[in-house]
């Protein structure tokens, strides 16, 4: 008898230790959302490190740059103040400035004529495919930004669950803001 409940102990000793190393597995929900706050608030400040200091060393004045704030990540210059500054205009846009640059504010998401945000989208999204098995990244994940053609990127890229084909996407828009950038300037000369 007594060797039959020291069997019995040991099972239930092991029974016991089984259930309390697999409960967290049994009480698990889905798993929380990744949280991208931290990485994208890093891109923010890089881009807005590198507008700042631009617009500094091409001597625009400090009080025309309208610093980012917690409603709106991204410093900006309004259209108008960026007309009258044409070296940091360049140093946005390229050469084809005049051309290339946005018809409202430009901010730090214009730099190298917008190539910089796209190739963070594309990292993102290339990070997120390979944690995720090659799935797209939705445009509401908080990783993303960008005006119309980077969010017409993630729709289509959610149509077709395709992480891959989206984080391409992102890099081939990055690769032609680069051209517009590093474009000669037009002759106007007749």
Sequence with gaps: MTMSIRKIGVIGSFAAGAALALAPLAAADDPAPFDWSGIV??????????????????????????????TYPFATISHDDLLGQEAFAQLLYGANWAD??????????????????????GGNTAMWALMNDGANLDWDSGALFGGNAAMQIAIDAADSSDGWTQASAY?????????GYFSPAADVSV
Excluded at 44 to 68: I, K, Q, Y
């Design 41 to 70: 608030k890093s891109q923010h400040d890089s881009m807005n490190w590198l507008f700042t200091t631009g617009a500094s060393v091409s001597g625009v004045p400090a009080a025309e740059v309208v610093p980012a704030s917690p």
């Design 100 to 121: 290339e640059m946005s018809s409202g504010a430009s901010g730090s998401y214009n730099l190298l004529n917008g190539a910089v945000m796209e190739f963070y989208n």
């Design 171 to 179: 890099f081939e828009l990055g690769f032609n803001d680069l051209l």
